[in-house]
C-alpha cells in the first residue's frame, strides 16, 4: 500500500485512540470497597453517635461481660458492669470510631463445625454487640475470630454464616492481646483512672488530716519591702531651680507565698512544699478502681487521712479521703460528697507524695555531732541493755561480756545513725504514744555532749515516736532508723553456730529422745551410710542425708541468752560431727522455750544461741527418713513356656477363658486313666 493511502487510516486509529482515553477520563474510578468486595458490617443508618451501649465478652466466659454505657448526653461514657465507673474519653472514641467505619472482604461461608476453623462460633469468638439509644434489641453482634496476621481478623455478623477479613481485631482494641481466644476482657483497659485534675495555680489552701496530727497551709501575699534610704543623695542648692519631679513608680506586682496556717513545730517551714504539695494534688491518678462497697477494708469508714483543698472559682471546698490499710502496698482515695461513691486505688508513692511526713514540711530537730565526740553509747531494748565503749578508733561490747565475735559493720552503722539522726515526722499530742513510760531508749555521750533518745509506740508508717533530750515535742524515728540504733544480738555478734562446709563432715551423730542415728562416709566418698539405733549401718537415703547435713552446717541463731548463771534446761537433743581436719563440735539442743525457740549450747563455749523450732527440726528429721524406701516386690518370674504353650496358671486363681463356657471346658479335660472312655 502506497504512503498516500495508509495517511487516512492513521489519522482514523489516532482519532479512535483518543476517544477511548477520553471515555476512560470520565469514567469514576473504582472504589476500595467496590475493588475488594468490602462490605460494611454496621447497619448504614446506625451513626456512631446513635450507639448507647456496648457489650463486649469472650463466647468461652459470657460471665465475665463487659457493658459500657453512654453517660447522660455530653459523649460520656461508664462502665455499667464495674459500679458504673467512668471511661476513658479517647478510649471510646477510638473505639467508637473503629466499628463505624468497620467493613469486611468476604471470604467463605461456613456454618456449624466449620466456623470453628476460624474462631467465629459462638462458643469460641469474641463478641461485640451494640445498641442504639432507647433499643432494647441489639443494632449489631459481631463476632470476632483468630487473627491470620498482625492487624487483621475474621469476623461475622451473629445469624450470619458469611466469613469476612477486617483490617482491624477487635479483641486488641477491647485491650487483649492473648492468642487464647477463650481470655476475658479487663475493665483496667478501658477505665478513666484520673481521679481529680485542676490546675496547680488555682489550689490556694490545703489542709491534712493524718491519724496523729493535723496541719493547714495556704497561699499567701508577700509583705512589701519597706523602700532602702536614698544615698549619696546631692544637697540643693538655695535659689537653684529645682529639677522636674519624677514620675510615680509603677505598684510592684504582687507575690505569695505558702505559709502555715494551723498546725506545725514552730520551727522553719520550707515554703516549697507548698508549692509541691499543690502540684502533687492538681492531678491525682489511680491504678485501678475497686469495689466501694468494701471502704472499710480500704481504711475509709472513718477515713485515715483527709486532704481539703481550698480551689479558686469554686464555692465549697474539695474534700479527698484516704486510707492506707496496714500491710498494703497501696492506698485508697474518694472524692467525699459526689453523686458517684468511687474508690481509686492509688500506689504507695503516689499517697506519701500528698501525705508528707513532717520533714518535708519543716525543719525537725535532729542530732549533728562528730564521732570523735561520742566515746560511749548505751541502749535498752526489750527490757536488755547493751553498752558500747570507744577505744580509739574501735568499738568494743563492753556488755554484755561474750566470747562472742561481734559485728562490726553493724556497730558502725549504728554510730554513724546516731551521730546524725535527725527526725522523720511529728505528731502533734503525746497522749496515746507510750512516750510516758518508754522501753526503748538510747544514750550517747562524750566528754562534751550527751543526748538521749526515747521511742515510744508505733506510727502509721512503721516508724516509732521518739522524744529527743526529754524535750516535749513528740518526734517520730524512721522505720528504717530503728534497728539501724537499736540493734538486736542477732546483727550485733556472729550468730553462725560453724565456720564449716556440709561437704567435709565424714560422720554424723544424731541423738533424740533415746533414739540415736550415725551417718557416716569416707572421705574420698560422697554416699552416705546410716545406722539407727545402734544397729548395722547400711546405705541411706541420700537426698536426706545431705539435707541434715546442710541444714547443721548452716546454724544460725535469731538471738541469744546471756543471763548470768542461767540454769540449763531440759535435753532435747544433741547433734556432733567430724571431720578430717579435725573440726569436731559437738552441740547440745534445750526443748523448746513458750517463744518457740530452742536454747543451744555447744561444747567448750558458754554461749547460749536461741533458734527457731523449724531450724532445729531441719536437722532431727524423722531417723526413719535417713533409710532408703524399700523396694516394691516384684512379681515371681513365669515358668518357662513348652513347646511353644505358655503353662497353666494357678488353677486357684487363673480366670477360666471368657471364650469357653466351664461345662464345655469339663466336657474337652481327658478322663483319668483309670475311668473308662
Given at each position: 500500500m502506497k504512503p498516500k493511502q495508509l495517511l487516512p487510516l492513521v489519522v482514523i486509529l489516532a482519532a479512535l485512540a483518543g476517544l477511548v482515553a477520553y471515555r476512560q477520563m470520565q469514567r469514576e474510578p473504582a472504589s476500595i470497597e467496590q475493588q475488594y468486595a468490602l462490605k460494611a458490617l454496621l447497619p448504614a443508618e446506625l451513626d456512631k453517635a446513635k450507639i448507647a451501649k456496648i457489650e463486649l465478652y469472650a463466647g468461652a466466659k459470657p460471665e465475665t461481660k463487659l457493658v459500657l454505657e453512654r453517660d447522660g448526653d455530653a459523649g460520656k461514657w461508664k462502665l455499667s458492669s464495674r459500679w458504673d465507673a467512668p471511661v476513658a474519653q479517647d478510649k471510646i472514641d477510638k473505639f467508637l470510631g473503629t466499628l463505624a467505619g468497620l467493613s469486611g472482604e468476604f471470604r467463605a461461608t461456613v456454618s456449624g463445625d466449620g466456623q470453628k476453623e476460624y474462631s467465629l462460633d459462638d462458643a469460641t469468638g469474641f463478641h461485640v454487640i451494640g445498641y442504639a439509644s432507647g433499643a432494647a434489641e441489639p443494632s449489631f453482634h459481631l463476632i470476632n475470630g483468630k487473627s491470620p496476621d498482625f492487624g487483621l481478623a475474621f469476623a461475622r455478623s451473629a445469624g450470619s454464616d458469611d466469613v469476612h477479613l477486617i483490617n482491624v481485631s477487635l479483641r486488641r482494641e477491647a485491650g487483649i492481646f492473648t492468642l487464647e481466644m477463650g481470655d476475658a476482657p479487663e475493665a483496667d483497659v478501658w477505665l478513666d483512672k484520673t481521679m481529680f485534675e485542676t490546675p496547680s495555680e488555682k489550689i490556694k489552701a490545703v489542709s491534712l488530716v493524718y491519724p496523729d496530727k493535723e496541719l493547714s497551709v495556704e497561699l499567701r501575699e508577700k509583705a512589701a519591702e519597706?523602700?532602702?534610704?536614698?544615698?549619696?543623695?546631692?544637697?540643693?542648692?538655695?535659689?537653684?531651680?529645682?529639677?522636674?519631679?519624677?514620675?510615680?513608680?509603677?505598684?510592684?506586682?504582687?507575690?505569695?507565698?505558702?505559709?502555715?496556717?494551723?498546725?506545725?513545730?514552730?520551727t522553719e517551714f520550707h515554703a516549697n512544699a507548698g508549692a509541691n504539695l499543690a502540684?502533687?494534688?492538681?492531678?491525682?491518678?489511680?491504678?485501678?478502681?475497686?469495689?466501694?462497697?468494701?471502704?472499710?477494708?480500704?481504711?475509709l469508714e472513718p477515713a485515715q487521712y483527709r486532704a481539703t483543698l481550698t480551689i479558686e472559682g469554686q464555692e465549697a471546698p474539695l474534700v479527698i479521703e484516704a486510707g492506707r490499710p496496714a500491710g498494703d502496698t497501696y492506698a485508697y482515695f474518694r472524692v467525699a460528697g459526689r453523686e458517684r461513691d468511687l474508690v481509686y486505688k492509688v500506689s504507695g508513692a503516689d499517697f506519701e507524695q500528698i501525705f508528707y511526713k513532717g520533714g518535708e514540711f519543716f525543719e525537725l530537730p535532729g542530732?549533728?555531732?562528730?564521732?570523735?565526740?561520742?566515746?560511749?553509747?548505751?541502749?535498752?531494748?526489750?527490757?536488755?541493755?547493751?553498752?558500747?565503749?570507744?577505744?580509739?578508733?574501735?568499738?568494743?561490747?563492753?556488755?554484755?561480756?561474750t566470747e562472742l565475735v561481734m559485728e562490726s559493720d553493724a556497730i558502725d552503722n549504728l554510730v554513724r545513725t546516731l551521730i546524725s539522726w535527725k527526725a522523720e515526722d511529728y505528731a502533734d499530742a503525746p497522749e496515746g504514744k507510750s512516750l510516758d513510760a518508754p522501753v526503748d531508749k538510747v544514750i550517747f555521750r562524750g566528754p562534751k555532749i550527751e543526748h538521749t533518745i526515747e521511742l515510744g509506740g508505733e506510727t502509721p508508717a512503721k516508724g516509732r515516736y521518739a522524744r529527743l533530750d526529754g524535750r516535749p515535742q513528740v518526734l517520730v524515728m524512721a522505720a528504717s532508723d530503728v534497728p539501724s540504733v537499736f540493734v538486736p544480738y542477732a546483727n550485733l555478734f556472729q550468730a553462725k553456730l560453724f565456720d564449716v562446709a556440709s561437704s567435709s563432715f565424714t560422720k554424723i551423730t544424731l541423738t533424740k529422745g533415746g533414739e540415736s542415728a550415725v551417718l557416716e562416709?569416707?572421705?574420698?566418698?560422697?554416699?552416705?551410710?546410716?545406722?539407727?539405733?545402734?544397729?548395722?549401718?547400711?546405705?541411706?537415703?541420700?537426698?536426706?542425708?545431705?539435707?541434715?547435713?546442710?541444714?547443721?552446717?548452716?546454724?544460725?541463731?535469731?538471738?541469744?541468752?546471756?543471763?548470768e548463771g542461767r540454769p540449763a534446761g531440759t535435753v532435747f537433743g544433741t547433734a556432733a560431727f567430724t571431720t578430717p581436719d579435725g573440726k569436731d563440735q559437738q552441740i547440745q539442743i534445750e526443748i523448746a522455750q513458750p517463744d518457740g525457740k530452742h536454747p543451744v549450747t555447744r561444747a567448750g563455749s558458754s554461749v547460749v544461741y536461741l533458734l527457731?523450732?523449724?531450724?532445729?527440726?531441719?536437722?532431727?528429721?524423722?531417723?526413719?527418713?535417713?533409710?532408703?524406701?524399700?523396694?516394691?516386690?516384684?512379681?515371681?518370674?513365669?515358668?518357662?513356656?513348652?513347646?511353644?504353650?505358655?503353662?497353666?496358671?494357678?488353677?486357684?486363681?487363673?480366670?477360666?477363658?471368657?471364650?469357653?463356657?466351664?461345662?464345655?471346658?469339663?466336657?474337652?479335660?481327658?478322663?483319668?486313666?483309670?475311668?473308662?472312655?
Open positions: 519597706a523602700p532602702k534610704p536614698e544615698e549619696n543623695k546631692p544637697e540643693e542648692t538655695p535659689g537653684a531651680e529645682k529639677p522636674a519631679a519624677d514620675k510615680p513608680a509603677e505598684a510592684p506586682a504582687k507575690q505569695f507565698e505558702w505559709a502555715v496556717a494551723k498546725g506545725g513545730l514552730g502540684r502533687r494534688l492538681s492531678r491525682i491518678n489511680a491504678t485501678d478502681l475497686v469495689d466501694p462497697a468494701k471502704k472499710a477494708d480500704y481504711g542530732v549533728l555531732v562528730d564521732k570523735g565526740e561520742v566515746d560511749a553509747i548505751e541502749y535498752t531494748t526489750g527490757g536488755r541493755t547493751t553498752k558500747l565503749a570507744r577505744e580509739g578508733e574501735t568499738w568494743k561490747v563492753v556488755e554484755p561480756k562416709r569416707k572421705p574420698s566418698d560422697i554416699d552416705w551410710t546410716v545406722a539407727i539405733g545402734g544397729g548395722a549401718a547400711e546405705p541411706a537415703e541420700q537426698n536426706t542425708a545431705e539435707e541434715v547435713a546442710g541444714a547443721l552446717a548452716g546454724l544460725v541463731a535469731d538471738d541469744f541468752d546471756f543471763t527457731p523450732k523449724t531450724v532445729i527440726e531441719n536437722v532431727f528429721v524423722d531417723f526413719a527418713k535417713l533409710k532408703p524406701a524399700p523396694a516394691p516386690a516384684s512379681a515371681p518370674a513365669a515358668a518357662p513356656a513348652v513347646d511353644g504353650v505358655a503353662p497353666a496358671a494357678d488353677a486357684a486363681s487363673a480366670p477360666p477363658d471368657s471364650a469357653t463356657p466351664p461345662a464345655a471346658l469339663a466336657e474337652s479335660a481327658p478322663a483319668p486313666a483309670d475311668q473308662p472312655k
